[in-house]
C-alpha cells in the first residue's frame, strides 16, 4: 500500500469543499477507494460526537456521548487508539458482527483542540500502525479544513430540539418540566423570552430572567386570571398562533397585556387538554418574523412537555393509589409503618381503634353493607380528628389514628371525641390508647394500644382505655 499516495488522493480536494460536511463526505469516499474498512468522522456538537460522513453500514451511530465507545475516548483525550482485536476493549461500539480491529485518530484543528474523530474499522487481517500515521495526517487535513470553514456544523434546531426532550423526560417535577421547557423553546426558537402556563399558573421563572420576562409575569398578573383563561381559551379553540412582527398592526385583544410588557413578536402554542392544560408563550421585543416551522417545532415541544407533565402526575396517582386503602381513601399499613417509626416518646399517641359487632352486620347483611358502614365510620372519624391527626386503615374493620399530644388525658379526650362520632351515624368503636416509651420500637407500642383495646371489648365494647404508661 502506498500510504503517500493515499494521503494525496484524499487531501487534493479538501480546499475545494465548501462546507464542513462536504470536506467529511470527500474524506470517507476518498479513503474507501484504498481500503475496505469501515470509515466514519464523527464531529463534536454540543455534548456529542455527530457522524457527519460514513461508508456505507448497515448500522450507523448517528451520535454518541462524548465520553462513549473508543471514539468517545479518543475525543476526550486527543490520544490515537490502534485496537487490533476489538474482543478485548471494553469500549468498543459495535457496528457491525465481523469486525475484528479498529482505529481512531482525533482530528485537531490548528490549534491542537480536538473538534472529533476519523474511525476505521476492518473485519480482515490489516497492518494497522501504517495507518495510524496515515489516518493522523489525513485527519489532520480535515481539521485544518474544517476550521478554515467555519468549525464543526452549528446543532440544527431539530437536534436542540431532540436534546431539550431528553431533560423534559428526565424531570422529576412539574416546576422542573416547565424550567426545562421554557429553556428549550428559547434555544429552538432563538426569541428571548418563554414562558409555559399550565392549570392557570405560570411556571417559575429561570433564576436570572430578562426585562421582558420579568414586565410580561407583571402584567399577566395584573391581568387577572380571567385574562389568562382567555389566551388560554383562544390557544385551545385555534390552534398555535404568532405574529409577524410588524409595526403598524394592532394586537388581538387577548394579547393586550403581552403587549404593554413590550412583546413585539409572539408565538402561542397550546399546552394539552382543554380542561386541564394551558398555553406556551414564547416572545421577543424585537420584531422578527418566526417561520412555520418554528411554530411546529413549539409544537412538538409543547406536546413533550405536556406528556413529561401527564407521567408525573400519573406516577403520583398510582404511589397514591399504593399508599391508600381503595375502599375508604384512607392511608394503610405502609405508609403507617413509616409514620410509626417516627414517633416521639411520650407526644405521639397511638389509638387502636375496632368496629364493635362488624362481624354482625357483614353476615346478616353482606359485604357490601359492611363497606358502607367502613366508609361512613371512616368519615366520621377524620372528621373527628384535628388538622395534623391522621388515620389509617391496617385491617378489615381495624383503624390506627396517630396523633399529637402534651400528656396522655390530651390523647383520652381525642379518642372519646371518636367514639361520640361514631355514636352520631348508630355505631359503637372500642378504642385503645399507648404512647411509646423511651426506647421502645413501635411494634410494641401498637401491641399495648391492642391489648388496651382488647380490654375495653372485654369491659362491654364502645368505650376507651388507656394502656399503663
Known sequence: MDHQRVIRDVTVRLPMASSTPEACRWTVTALSRHTRATISVLLAVHDRLRCVAATGAWQVFATVPAQTGIVGRVYATGVP???????????????RPDVTAELCVPVLDPTGRAVGVLDLQWSEPTDLEPWRETAQRVADGLGARIAALGGPPAESRSEKLLRHTAALSSAATEAEVMRAAARAAREVSTLSTALLLIGGQLGPSPATPGDLETRIRAELAGAGPAALDRMVDRAHRYGAGYTLGEAGHPPTEDYRALTRAGVRTLVAVP????????????????????DPTTVSLMELLAGQAWT?????????RLREQASSDPLTGLRHTGPFGQRIAEATPGRTA??????????TVNDTYGHQAGDRVLVGLARALEAALRHGDELYRIGGDEFVAVIEVSRPEEAVRI????????RRIGRTISVGVALPRPGETPERTLRRADQALYAVKRQGRDGVHLSAA
Open 350 to 359: 397511638l389509638l387502636a381503634i375496632d368496629v364493635d359487632g362488624f362481624k
Open 308 to 316: 413529561s407533565v401527564d407521567r408525573l402526575r400519573t406516577l403520583a
Open 271 to 290: 399546552v394539552g387538554p382543554t380542561d386541564a392544560g394551558g398555553m406556551l408563550l414564547v416572545a421577543d421585543e424585537r420584531e422578527l418574523r418566526p
Open 415 to 422: 379518642a372519646e371525641r371518636l367514639t361520640e362520632a361514631a
Open 81 to 95: 487508539a490502534v485496537v487490533p482485536d476489538v474482543t478485548v476493549d471494553p469500549d468498543y461500539l459495535p457496528i
